[in-house]
Nanobody, 122 residues
Framework: QVQLVEFGGGLVQAGGSLRLSCAAS???????MGWFRQAPGKEREFVAA????????RYRDSVEGRFTISRDNTKNTVYLQMNSLRPEDTAVYFC????????????????WGQGTQVTVSS
């Protein structure tokens, strides 16, 4: 059993930055941690993923170069640093864990956090 709790959402102007945190309890080593987002009326979409073991990462094309996913093994926490935010980044952001390497498909993720709202104003 793994529990995930997200922190760090909020309201920011376009061009601004936010850092999301996802604190994990339970076994995470060797797994993939992913960030997803869901805007009203839209499907949940992949944002970024990191492998807990080797630190490999994968990003959605539209966030590549603006977002950075990282992990702190000592704190069992994954971060999503979001820079140059755009109004289209507005969504509820979720972290999740999968036993598949850098998988982007939501259904392959086993446990999910409750989500945190990110709103980017124009």
């Amino acid at each position: 059993q793994v529990q995930l709790v997200e922190f760090g959402g909020g309201l920011v102007q376009a061009g601004g930055s936010l850092r999301l945190s996802c604190a994990a309890s339970g076994r995470t080593f060797g797994y993939t941690m992913g960030w997803f987002r869901q805007a009203p009326g839209k499907e949940r979409e992949f944002v970024a993923a990191i492998n807990w073991n080797d630190g490999s990462t994968r990003y959605r094309d539209s966030v590549e170069g603006r977002f950075t996913i990282s992990r702190d093994n000592t704190k069992n926490t994954v971060y999503l640093q979001m820079n140059s935010l755009r109004p289209e980044d507005t969504a509820v952001y979720f972290c999740a864990i999968s036993n598949r390497w850098l998988i982007v498909t939501p259904r392959e993720y086993l446990y999910w956090g409750q989500g945190t709202q990110v709103t980017v104003s124009s």
